[in-house]
């Protein structure tokens, strides 16, 4: 099981961090990813690492704005948002599976999404 929080309502230009707490003891063996989903619009990637926290990727649109983290101790995953803009805007799920990739239909677990909304 996993539980997304964090999200909310910030400016252009500002910050948030999410955070995803997953149960169980197996953690360190999943990838996880956060993908996002804005009305109206497909699910998309946004970043993903892998269980020991030695690889990791992001979709161009956020390249250098996030970074994805880890703390295996803490069964957490955490997905720091920064330079936000509008488009940015969109319910933030993390998501476990057994492979490295930004496919959605490969992880099997999802959180319940967190919104972000990012004001003009």
């Known amino acids: 099981q996993l539980q997304a929080s964090g999200g909310g309502l910030v400016q252009a230009g500002g910050s948030l961090r999410l955070s995803c707490t997953a149960s169980g003891r197996t953690f360190s063996q999943y990838t996880m990813a956060w993908f996002r989903q804005a009305p109206g619009k497909e699910r998309e990637f946004v970043a993903v690492i892998d269980g020991s926290a030695s690889r990791n990727d992001y979709a161009d649109s956020v390249w250098g704005r996030f970074t994805i983290s880890r703390d295996n101790a803490k069964n957490q995953v955490y997905l720091q948002l920064s330079s936000l803009n509008p488009e940015d805007t969109a319910v933030y799920y993390c998501?476990?599976?057994?492979?490295?990739?930004?496919?959605?239909?490969?992880?099997?677990?999802w959180g319940q999404g967190t919104q972000v909304t990012v004001s003009s």
């Open positions: 998501a476990a599976g057994m492979s490295f990739t930004v496919r959605p239909r490969q992880y099997d677990f």
